[in-house]
Structure formats: structure tokens, C-alpha cells
């Protein structure tokens, strides 16, 4: 019954690979310092990019961006400065790729990894974040949901 | 922007004390096995409670239940078979209150707790679940929605 929204987390690897996935097992876990769990498939680039490298990014999508989404489950294509189609800079604190059309970003330092159960725990602490575009009305009702993937939809990756 | 269901966590201590207390940081983080990781605030008696007799249970509120959320904001007071004025029963594997009201509930046993910031990630594997109502559509939109708790509401405890 856990209600999620839909993310697609970056990383950079410390030899340029790039990585970016759809995920949603996302959750805020403290306010001071500012800390995110992010549940990432153990055996998938994004977590041996983002362990290796100590940084990500969550890149937020908003409402009617369901082809990002579905963009982002498969292997991403790095072509100058699109990543499977997306324009993204490098962003300012981590050098994860913020994707231009994201709705907002958050810069993350992994501080730490719980390494069990299939998908590990990611504990990142927010060092930066950016809204690219301003949410009309509550932000936490400006992204988009997974129930908003479709009716056999219950998992981004 | 991160959108959140709305959970009354509880657990019940070695020495029969009971707690009780309405969170909303929370995600699945594990298929296999089932984990979820619930963000709990370090110096609560739910945090004190359920790190001590290592189990809790999460009841997840249905459409409505607005009234139990702000109710389970506040200290907790037991009467004989009801906590806070709602009825329970001891959750079968793991003792923790299972609230009759609530649409559903996880029993959990905590494998891990990551002690950084002023909530800490409180990792459960799930060793029972009981659908009270089952509801009628997909369950990620039966949920009791943190943005339905009113238009200053942005955080659950």
C-alpha cells in the first residue's frame, strides 16, 4: 500500500561512466542533517557507479513525465550531453547529471550502504538541491506517482 | 516533492509497554527478502520501545482515517484492549499492536538500524501482514495521503 513517486537517480563514476535509472523506493530519513534512503538493485550499474563514486543524484520527475520514466528502465545511451536522450549538466556539488527536464534535483554524499536484501540501502545526505521549474501548490503533489505508470505498474527499478 | 502514505507505527516492549506513533517516512528497500526502512524519530519512546524489543508493526491508514493520524501524534494512552482509543489485538508473530481500524498492518523484526541524523533508519524485515479491508482499486491509492492531512501538514512524526 506504500505510495511512491517516481525518480531517476544519476551518478558519475570517478572514470566519467554515467549512470541514470528509474527508481522509487525513496524516502526522507532525517531532518538535520538532511538525509534520503534510496532502495537501488544491488546488481545494477547505478549502485556500483554510486558506491563507487560516493555520489548521486535524484532527479524528480513531474506530473505527464511518464516517458522519462519508462526511458530511464532501460540501459542509458551517453551521447555528449544527453544521457538516453536527456540533456543534463553536471551537477554543481557531486557532478551527478541533472536531467534539464527534471522538475527538481537533489545532490546527494553517500554516507552510508546497508548491504541487505536484494536491493541495498542507499543513506545519502542532501548536499545540494535545485527546482528547475516552481510546483504549483504542494511540491509533494507535483511529481509523478507510480500509480501513474499504469495499472500493472507497481515498481520502477 | 516526496509524496508519502501516512502509518501509525507500534510496538509493544519486553516489559509490556506500548507505544504508538503516526510516521510517514517510509519505503519498501527488498523484495527478497521483504524489507522496509522506516525513518523514526531518535529520541521518541517508539524509537526507545521498538529498538529495544526489536520488532513493530506498521498499520497503514485507509481514505478518512485523518482522525487516528492526529490522534497517534500525541502521547499514548493505553486502557485495557485500546491504545489512544482504538482497539487492538497482539499482532500473531510479533506481539506488536495491530489496530482494528486500520486497513492494513506488516508485522516486522528490525535487522538493522542506522543511527545517523535525528531520525534513524530503522530497517524491518517483514514476518506478517494482515489486509483488514481489502481495498478496491490499487493499494498505493488507498492509502491515507500525507497531502490530505491539511495544507500546512508536511511532516507525520
Known amino acids: 500500500m506504500i505510495p511512491y513517486g517516481i525518480y531517476v537517480m544519476t551518478t558519475k563514476g570517478s572514470d566519467g561512466a554515467i549512470a541514470a535509472a528509474t527508481v522509487n523506493w525513496v524516502t526522507q530519513t532525517s531532518f538535520n542533517p538532511p538525509l534520503i534512503a534510496v ?42 550531453n544527453k544521457v538516453s536522450g536527456e540533456v543534463f549538466t553536471a551537477g554543481p556539488e557531486t557532478g551527478s547529471p541533472i536531467l534539464e527536464a527534471a522538475q527538481a534535483s537533489v545532490e546527494c554524499k553517500i554516507v552510508e550502504v546497508v548491504k541487505l536484501g536484494d536491493h541495498h540501502i542507499v543513506v545519502g545526505e542532501v548536499v545540494g538541491a535545485n527546482v528547475a521549474r516552481e510546483p504549483e501548490g504542494r511540491a509533494d503533489a507535483a511529481i509523478l506517482e507510480m500509480k501513474e505508470l499504469g495499472d500493472n505498474v507497481f515498481y520502477g527499478g
Open 39 to 80: 532502495g537501488v538493485k544491488a546488481d545494477s550499474g547505478a549502485y556500483a557507479i554510486a558506491t563507487e563514486a560516493g555520489t548521486f543524484a535524484l532527479n524528480m520527475l513531474g506530473k505527464g513525465q511518464q516517458g522519462m520514466a519508462f526511458g530511464f528502465f532501460k540501459p542509458v545511451e551517453v551521447d555528449g
